[in-house]
């Protein structure tokens, strides 16, 4: 079965820090994403990527960038952390894009930024 | 703007009755729902999908109806059980994307 494994389950920074959070798929995986829950508001998509080195923009990538050196591990930075980027952040992967495929998600990185 | 609509935040059932959960689309161009359930502090595992030639799919207690005309999915969940209590989301998709409702607390009454 497809794992996507996130490096953190919990991880508590200061205002300003420049934190990563990490994620990594074991079954070759073309297209990677990383989105955030918060409560009433469901699941954002941040930024997605279906190549390496390739990202696009999803629907609030504003302080945050991304980096795919490897085909297996996508990498979510965020510059300078502020208090509103305190949610849960969840890395997720789909195998083409090209049919009808589903997503399967890490178990989510909570973070809080104090 | 809001493509995938869940507008009910939350539903409780008695436990062993139906659970209906209702989404809302608004881009025809979608071609595949799906379903996930979350726990709290877990990523969302995915439950069921259906693709937009079918009107209805099903997997054991979990049942997907879709109404391509209305622009309408539904999850039935017969009977409900206690651990069907959790958040669950539906999404829609065009191929490399994925949209998202803002998800339904489910409590299913012992």
């Known amino acids: 079965d497809v794992k996507v494994t996130q490096s953190s389950r919990y991880l508590v920074k200061r205002t300003g820090e420049k934190v990563f959070l990490e994620c990594v798929q074991d079954m070759d995986h073309e297209n990677m994403f990383w989105y955030r829950q918060d409560p009433g508001l469901g699941l954002r998509l941040i930024y997605f990527?279906?190549?390496?080195?390739?990202?696009e923009k999803g629907d609030i990538p504003e302080g945050y960038s991304v980096s795919r050196e490897k085909k297996e591990r996508f990498s979510l930075i965020l510059e300078s952390a502020s208090t509103n980027q305190t949610s849960m952040y969840l890395c997720?992967?789909?195998?083409?894009?090209?049919?009808?495929?589903?997503?399967?998600f890490g178990s989510g990185t909570q973070l809080s930024v104090l | 703007d809001q493509q995938v609509k869940q507008n009910s935040p939350s539903l409780s059932v008695q436990e062993g009755r139906i659970s209906i959960l209702n989404c809302d689309y608004t881009?025809?161009?979608?071609?595949?729902f799906l379903w996930y359930k979350k726990y709290p502090a877990e990523g969302p595992t995915f439950l069921i999908s259906i693709s937009s030639i079918k009107d209805k799919n099903e997997d054991g207690r979990f049942t997907v109806f879709l109404n391509k005309s209305a622009k309408h999915l539904s999850l039935h969940i017969v009977p409900s059980q206690p651990g069907d209590s959790a958040v669950y989301f539906c999404?829609?998709?065009?191929?490399?994307?994925?949209?998202f409702g803002t998800g339904t607390s489910l409590t299913v009454i012992p």
């Open positions: 997720a992967s789909s195998l083409t894009g090209t049919g009808y495929e589903k997503l399967f």
């Open positions: 990527s279906y190549d390496v080195k390739m990202k």
């Open positions: 881009n025809s161009m979608f071609d595949y």
């Open positions: 999404a829609a998709s065009t191929g490399n994307q994925f949209y």
